[in-house]
């Protein structure tokens, strides 16, 4: 069946980076579109990145691009978010998602499979 699973996550201070790995498996990776995802303490999971098979530019949120950076191995079957300049309303604990597609996914019911979702906390 198909996994997901993240790691990374953690406790860093303001300004700091923090850079999120997520490992897949089950699927087809080279023909999958894969996302990031976010949901914060009393909130909705809201989109961060995607990145599709075929070489297209990845996708961002307004809140977080410029710096952040979303890249995937398809060797290793690996999905990463690197994480700069970090503010504390970037808290929120951080999910992978994957679905087959070449499109720049941002919407949540557009993804079959998800990992657990990994901790970020960024102090003031």
């Known amino acids: 069946q198909v996994q997901l699973v993240e790691s990374g996550g953690g406790l860093v201070q303001a300004g700091g980076s923090l850079s999120l790995s997520c490992a897949a498996s089950?699927?087809?990776?080279?023909?999958?579109?894969m996302g990031w995802f976010r949901q914060a303490p009393g909130k909705e999971r809201e989109f961060v990145a995607a990145?599709?098979?075929?070489?297209?530019?990845?996708k961002y949120a307004d809140s977080v691009r410029g710096r952040f950076t979303i890249s995937r191995d398809n060797a290793k079957n690996t999905v990463s978010l690197l994480m700069n300049s970090l503010k504390p309303e970037d808290t929120a604990i951080y999910y992978c998602?994957?679905?087959?597609?070449?499109?720049?996914?941002?919407?949540?019911?557009?993804?079959?499979?998800w990992g657990q979702g990994t901790q970020v906390t960024v102090s003031s």
């Open positions: 998602a994957a679905r087959s597609g070449s499109n720049l996914y941002t919407e949540e019911r557009q993804y079959d499979y």
């Open positions: 089950g699927l087809t990776f080279s023909r999958t579109t």
């Open positions: 990145i599709s098979w075929s070489g297209r530019t990845p």
